[in-house]
C-alpha cells in the first residue's frame, strides 16, 4: 500500500544526519530503470514560496512534465533561506541525478520541517549516495517514514482500478489549510497519460481531498504533491484515473486528519443549502476554524450555539428559522429551534461524541449550494507541541 506497491517503482529512506534525534530524514522515490515518465505536481499557493517548490517548477517547465525520480528530506524546509537555499535544493537534484544517471532537470526535491535554517548539505551530500544504493521494490514504507516530522505514523495508500494502480505516501500534521499545507505528497502510477492531463487530473484531486482540509487554519510555505506515471499499464481512460487520484488523495488527507497534532477527534463537516458552493466552503471554513466550535469538540459537547453563531457570522446568506444541525444523524438544532432530544437519542449522541471521528451536518436552507471539509479538535496537546520553535 505504498508508491512501490506500483510495478516499475522504488524507493528507500535513511537517516542522513539533518534530524539531531538521528530518525530517518532523507527518501528517494525513482522509477526502476532511472528514466524520465511523466510527472506534475501541484504547489502551495503560499508567497513566501520555498526553494525546493520553486525548482520543482522550473525542472516540470523545463522537461515539459517529465521526472524521474523525487528526493525528499524532512527536519528542515529550506525555506527564507535566499539564493544558497535555491543552490542547494538545484545540489540535491544534481546529486540524486548523479546516483541515477539521469539529468538533473529531471529529478524533484521536496523539504520539509523548520523554516529559515540552512540546509546542512555536508550531511545530505553523504546521505543521497546512501538512499540511492538502498532504492528497493519494497522501499516504499521506508520512504514514507524518512518524510515524518510532527506526524506520529507514515501516510500511505494505494488504489487499484481498472487495470492500472495508484500509490502513494505523504506527511502532514499541522497547518492544513487552506490550499494544502505543511504537507508532501508523492503519487505514484503505472497509468499512461501525458502531462497535461496528468496535471488537470491531480489538480482535481487536490481540490476535493487536501484543500479540504483544515487543521489550524494556517498555510505553510512548502506543501507539494507530485504524481510519477510511468504508463506500463497502458493508455487508461482519464476519467478513471481521476477517479483513483481522488481516492487516493482522499484517503492521505483523512490520514492526515486522524494524526493531526494533538487531535483526539477527526471531523467530517458537510454544509448543503447555501446560496451557493462558494457560501457552502466560506461558512464550512469559517466553522473548522473557530476555536471556541474546535474546543467544543474536544470537549465532546455538541453545543450547536456555537455552530450557529460561526455560520450566522460568515457573511453568506443566513436566516436562522430556515438552518438545521445534526451530529452523527441526531438532530440538536432545527428550523429556528433547539431540539430536545429523546433519551435514546441523547445517548446516541454521546456516544458519537465520544468517538473519534464526528459527522457534523449543517443545512442552511438557502439554497442548493454545498461543501465539505475535514477538520479536527484542539486540545492542550495541539498547544504544546507548537509553543516550541527549536
Not at 500500500?1 to 538521528?22: E, H, I, L
Not at 512534465?65 to 540535491?92: H, I, Y
Not at 488504489?159 to 502532514?172: C, D, L, R, S, W
Not at 453563531?309 to 438552518?323: H, K, N, Q, R, V
Request: with cysteine; net charge negative; aromatic share 4%.
Amino acid at each position: 500500500m505504498t508508491v512501490t506497491s506500483v510495478p516499475g517503482f522504488v524507493a528507500a529512506g535513511t537517516a542522513c544526519g539533518v534530524k539531531p534525534s538521528g530518525a530517518a530524514d532523507l527518501a528517494l522515490v525513482a522509477t526502476a530503470d532511472g528514466s524520465a515518465v511523466t510527472a506534475a505536481g501541484v504547489f502551495t499557493s503560499n508567497k513566501m514560496t520555498a526553494a525546493p517548490v520553486l525548482v520543482c517548477r522550473e525542472h516540470l517547465a523545463a522537461t515539459g512534465g517529465r521526472a524521474a525520480a523525487v528526493v525528499l528530506n524532512s527536519g528542515n524546509a529550506n525555506a527564507a533561506t535566499g539564493a544558497q537555499g535555491m543552490d542547494d535544493a538545484s545540489e540535491m537534484c544534481a546529486l540524486t541525478a548523479a546516483e541515477l544517471g539521469c539529468a538533473t532537470d529531471e529529478v524533484l526535491v521536496c523539504s520539509t520541517g523548520w523554516i529559515g535554517y540552512p540546509l546542512p548539505m555536508d550531511v545530505i551530500t553523504l546521505g543521497i549516495p546512501v538512499v540511492a544504493a538502498t532504492l528497493d521494490p519494497d522501499g516504499g514504507q521506508a520512504a514514507a517514514t524518512a518524510i515524518m516530522t510532527t506526524d506520529t505514523v507514515p501516510r500511505t495508500t494505494l488504489v487499484e482500478a481498472g487495470g492500472f494502480t495508484v500509490g502513494g505516501i505523504a506527511k502532514g500534521a499541522a497547518m492544513l489549510e487552506p490550499n494544502m499545507a505543511t504537507m508532501l505528497a508523492v503519487l505514484t502510477t503505472d497509468a499512461e497519460v501525458d502531462a497535461g492531463t496528468a496535471t488537470t487530473l491531480l489538480r482535481a484531486a487536490v481540490a476535493t481531498s487536501f484543500n479540504c482540509l483544515t487543521v489550524d487554519g494556517a498555510e505553510s510555505t512548502n506543501d507539494t504533491v507530485l504524481l510519477l506515471a510511468n504508463g506500463s499499464a497502458g493508455p487508461t481512460d482519464p476519467t478513471a484515473l481521476g477517479a483513483a487520484l481522488a481516492e487516493a488523495c482522499g484517503d492521505l488527507a483523512v490520514q492526515m486528519a486522524d494524526d493531526a497534532e494533538g487531535a483526539t477527534k477527526t471531523v467530517f463537516l458537510t454544509v448543503n443549502g447555501a446560496a451557493t458552493d462558494a457560501e457552502a466552503v466560506k461558512a464550512a471554513r469559517d466553522t473548522a476554524n473557530c476555536q471556541l466550535v474546535k474546543c467544543s469538540w474536544y470537549g465532546e459537547d455538541p453545543y450547536w450555539g456555537r455552530i450557529a453563531s460561526e455560520m450566522g457570522a460568515a457573511g453568506i446568506a443566513f436566516d436562522p428559522a430556515t438552518l438545521t444541525i445534526s451530529y452523527g444523524g441526531t438532530l440538536v438544532y432545527e428550523l429556528g429551534e433547539p431540539v430536545e432530544p429523546t433519551d435514546g437519542q441523547a445517548v446516541a449522541l454521546a456516544q458519537h461524541m465520544a468517538g473519534r471521528q464526528l459527522d457534523l451536518v449543517v443545512d442552511l436552507g438557502q439554497g442548493h449550494g454545498s461543501a465539505r471539509v475535514v477538520t479536527t479538535d484542539l486540545s492542550h496537546a495541539y498547544i504544546d507541541e507548537n509553543m516550541r520553535t527549536s
